[in-house]
Every structure is written in C-alpha cells, then in structure tokens.
C-alpha cells in the first residue's frame, strides 16, 4: 500500500449503530487530520493530530470521536449519528501541521446514515 | 481569520481552449496557497503550491497559478484543456500552525471543470 488508505470505502449505517473509520498513511508524516465533505460546502476540518497531540475543534459533535494509537493510522469512531452526518469523510495527512506542507488524501469514505 | 472564494460553482470550455478557475483570498498575514483537485470517487490531490518564493508556480497536468498580492488572487490555469482535466477544483489557504479557532486551513467551495469535446 502506499500513499494514505481508508477503509471502508462506503458505509451505511444506522442511527443507533457504531461503526469506526480507518486511515492509514505509508508516507512517514507526523500529522493527520480528519475531513467532512458534504456537497455545495466547503470542506470542513474536524480533527487534527499533529506529532502526537490533539487538536479539537469544539464544533464537532460529541457523536464523532477521533483516535490516533500512532503516528500511521488515524480512527473516527461514529455513534448515534444524524441523516445530516451523510458525506465523504477524508483522511489526509502531512509532513508535519506547518501550514507550507501540502497535505496527502485518502479516497475518502462515503457515509449514508439512515 | 482567512477565507477563499471561488467565483463560479461550474465552469465549462472547450477541448483545447484555455482554463481558468478564479480565486481569491483574504489573509491578515502572508498566506500560503494551494489547489487540489478532485477526481470522481477520489480524494483530493495537490496541483500545486505558493509558499512565497516565485509568484508564478508551475504544477502538475501542465496547470500553472499566479499568486497577486495586490489583487488577493491566486488563479489556476492552463493553456489547452483536455478531457482528462474534467474534475473539481479546490482553492486552499494557510497561515501558521492549525489551531482550532483560527482555522488555520481554509478551502473554497470548489469549482467543477467540465470540458466539451
């Protein structure tokens, strides 16, 4: 593998169902971040790691729970979610969170919540 | 706080006319710039990028972006269209280290390229 995975790609899910998003980065970065895609909106960040600390953003619901055991892999832990979590969540990942470092997506996982 | 606008949800040209997707930023601070795209059922791609070297920066698929300070933009183009460039597009800027509650990565709300044969 290389570059940044994510599995799975689609996943359709229940409001009362749990369920975890994976990412993982084969490029040797030090920080990742979680993304919410939804269509005629500008990507929203929700959650960044950045050589092991967390950043937070408060905006985002309690329901979506991010997990980085390492500096390879990334998990969003998803319960109780609402129709309006339905979207392309992107994993990415940088050398480091300086903002002159691009950052490598994953292909995404497209969310149906039912 | 930054912000990025891209003017035009949809753009359309020909196969081999020129393309060119606007953008323009706001920043407090020198700001670094980015384009991605986006393939269908893909994630996002970088194209290129302004860091604050040259102002003309050439990236990949032969699209290039010219960074104006004194009109706040960073347009994408490139000279001859093909169809392998129908995608959507996506303006970013940057500034600092991430930390929540400055939004330290901004995108735009993309522009999607469709070229006609």
């Known amino acids: 593998e290389t570059g940044v995975t994510q599995t799975p790609r689609h996943l359709v899910m229940g409001m009362t169902n749990k369920k975890s998003l994976k990412c993982e980065q084969h490029l040797g970065h030090n920080a990742m971040y979680w993304y919410k895609q939804s269509a005629k909106k500008p990507l929203e960040l929700m959650f960044v790691?950045?050589?092991?600390?967390?950043?937070e953003n408060n905006s985002v619901p309690s329901r979506f729970s991010p997990e980085c055991p390492n500096s390879s892999h990334l998990f969003l832990h998803l319960h109780t979610l609402q129709p309006e979590d339905s979207a392309l969540y992107l994993c990415?990942?940088?050398?480091?969170?300086?903002?002159?470092?691009?950052?490598?997506f994953g292909p995404g996982t497209r969310l149906t919540v039912l | 706080a930054q912000s990025v606008t891209q003017l035009g949800s949809h753009v359309s040209v020909s196969e081999g006319a020129l393309v060119l997707l606007r953008c323009n930023y706001s920043?407090?601070?020198?700001?670094?710039l980015f384009w991605y795209v986006q393939y269908p059922n893909q994630g996002l791609q970088l194209l290129l990028k302004?860091?604050?070297?040259?102002?003309l920066v050439k990236g990949i698929n032969g699209f290039e972006a010219e960074f104006k300070k004194s009109e706040t933009s960073f347009h994408l183009t490139k000279p001859s269209a093909h169809m392998s460039d129908a995608a959507e597009y996506f303006c970013?800027?940057?500034?600092?280290?991430?930390?929540?509650?400055?939004?330290?990565?901004?995108f735009g709300t993309g522009t999607r390229l469709t070229i006609i044969p």
């Open positions: 970013a800027v940057s500034v600092g280290r991430h930390n929540f509650g400055n939004e330290k990565l901004t």
């Open positions: 990415a990942s940088s050398h480091d969170g300086t903002a002159y470092n691009e950052q490598f």
């Open positions: 302004y860091t604050s070297a040259a102002t």
């Open positions: 920043s407090s601070v020198p700001p670094y």
């Open positions: 790691y950045s050589l092991e600390e967390r950043v």
